[in-house]
């Protein structure tokens, strides 16, 4: 082990804030009841649970009885997926979805399984930018279409949506439109008002909270049909006592995300453009995908042609960097990452891919270690590709 690690991979988590953790402990020790529980410890749970919806609601501009507190942004996004079109199949209004060809794993197999459930669904395309077009939208919408699901911001190009703009589509349309937000929080605005949607997810992790948490935002009066039967938890909506230190810390870190969010950003924002400039100055052959100006302040996605991304993030490894590849070897073969597809990266760039996502806690020398142990380990690899050596005319 480094005795640093140089960790560039906040889009796959984050670490715990030390306050969060501070606000955390005395629900595993002193305040431990169940909110259930009618006697003064459970009151006491309740409150916290009480005070952190609270506290959510109000960063969203929502109401507390719009928040549901979930097991963290894979299940809201489920929730809000299946809940929404088998209440709204039951009440006989349709059963078709939109959804966009760049979202998380979580949303799409979430529509592919009702698919399988004899739903239709309709997978709107991306241009070369990572962005839904807004007439492509108004286009799918059908008269049986009962939900709209499109992300906020991708997790691996950091591409941002028009969201305000779909989402008035929807309105118009009288569909209902839910967002995954995991990858917004703590870079963009969260008002579920000013973006015109009616569902929208939040995962802890993804912002300095703790891991199987999130929360779904849920207009009121709108149909959902709960995923998890049991308790009454949740207004119904979720059933399982419910996860108090986590929630709490959840609150917490929504709160310091929402409080650090401008200096967060314009933090993240000059070293992710030192980190671009620097590797697309000292390393050639190499392209950054997805938007230039549409993008989440964190995110570089960058394509090394001739190599492979997983084979360049083992070298990182071996230096304590950690980043992440889009790509995913499934069964021996490399599959270049869904959304580079998408966006029409061809093959090759795809599968060289590497995303670095930074955090409010990297740093300028970071950044300069990877840029400049970078050009020897890139080379390294492309020293044994024929492709390269043609290309550079060895
Ligand atoms: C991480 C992530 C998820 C999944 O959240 P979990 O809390 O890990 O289940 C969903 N959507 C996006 C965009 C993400 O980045």
């Known amino acids: 082990m480094h005795e640093r690690l140089i960790y560039l991979d906040h889009a796959a988590t984050t670490p715990v804030d030390a306050r969060v953790v501070a606000a955390m402990t005395p629900y595993y020790t002193t305040h431990f009841g169940n909110p259930s529980s009618i006697h003064a410890a459970g009151r006491m749970a309740l409150e916290a649970v009480d005070a952190a919806r609270e506290t959510v609601a109000a960063i969203l501009g929502a109401s507390r009885k719009e928040i549901i507190f979930t097991g963290g942004g894979t299940e809201s996004d489920n929730l809000a997926i299946k809940?929404?079109?088998?209440?709204?199949?039951?009440?006989?209004?349709?059963?078709?979805?939109?959804?966009?060809?760049?979202?998380?794993?979580?949303v799409l197999h979430a529509v592919e399984s009702l698919q399988a459930q004899g739903f239709a669904a309709t997978v709107l395309p991306v241009d070369r930018?990572?962005?839904?077009?807004?007439?492509?939208?108004?286009?799918?919408?059908?008269?049986?279409?009962?939900?709209?699901?499109?992300?906020?911001?991708?997790?691996e190009i950091g591409s941002i949506q028009p969201l305000a703009e779909l989402g008035a589509i929807c309105r118009e349309a009288g569909v209902l439109l839910h967002s995954d937000a995991v990858q917004a929080a703590g870079a963009?605005?969260?008002?579920?008002?000013?973006?015109?949607?009616?569902?929208l997810t939040l995962a802890a992790h993804k912002f300095y909270g703790p891991k199987g948490v999130g929360v779904l935002y849920a207009r009121h009066g709108t149909p959902l049909w709960p995923q998890i039967n049991g308790g009454g938890q949740e207004r119904r909506r979720r059933a399982g006592t419910e996860n108090v230190a986590g929630i709490v810390g959840q609150a917490m870190a929504l709160r310091l995300a929402d409080q650090r969010r401008a200096s967060d950003a314009e933090h993240c924002r000059t070293l992710r453009d030192r980190l671009i400039g620097q590797v697309l100055e000292r390393v050639p052959f190499t392209a950054l995908n997805g938007s230039a100006s549409e993008r989440l302040p964190n995110n570089a996605n960058i394509s090394f042609e001739f190599i492979e991304g997983e084979s360049?993030?083992?070298?990182?490894?071996?230096?304590?960097?950690?980043?992440?590849?889009?790509?995913?070897?499934?069964?021996?073969?490399?599959?270049?990452s869904h959304v580079l597809s998408a966006l029409g990266v061809d093959h090759q760039q795809a599968i060289g891919a590497v995303r670095f996502s930074v955090g409010k806690d990297t740093r300028p020398e970071d950044i300069d270690f990877?840029?400049?142990?970078?050009?020897?380990?890139?080379?390294?690899?492309?020293?044994?590709?024929?492709?390269?050596?043609?290309a550079v005319g060895r």
């Open 188 to 199: 963009l605005p969260l008002n579920v008002k000013a973006l015109n949607v009616d569902f």
């Open 312 to 336: 360049l993030l083992l070298l990182l490894d071996q230096q304590g960097i950690c980043a992440s590849s889009g790509s995913a070897c499934t069964s021996g073969a490399l599959e270049a």
């Open 129 to 155: 930018q990572g962005l839904v077009r807004p007439e492509d939208l108004r286009a799918a919408i059908r008269p049986d279409t009962v939900l709209a699901t499109i992300m906020y911001a991708n997790n």
């Open 83 to 106: 809940g929404v079109a088998q209440a709204q199949r039951t009440a006989g209004r349709g059963a078709h979805i939109i959804t966009s060809a760049i979202e998380h794993h979580a």
């Open 370 to 390: 990877v840029t400049d142990a970078l050009p020897a380990m890139v080379e390294r690899l492309r020293s044994v590709s024929p492709a390269y050596r043609r």
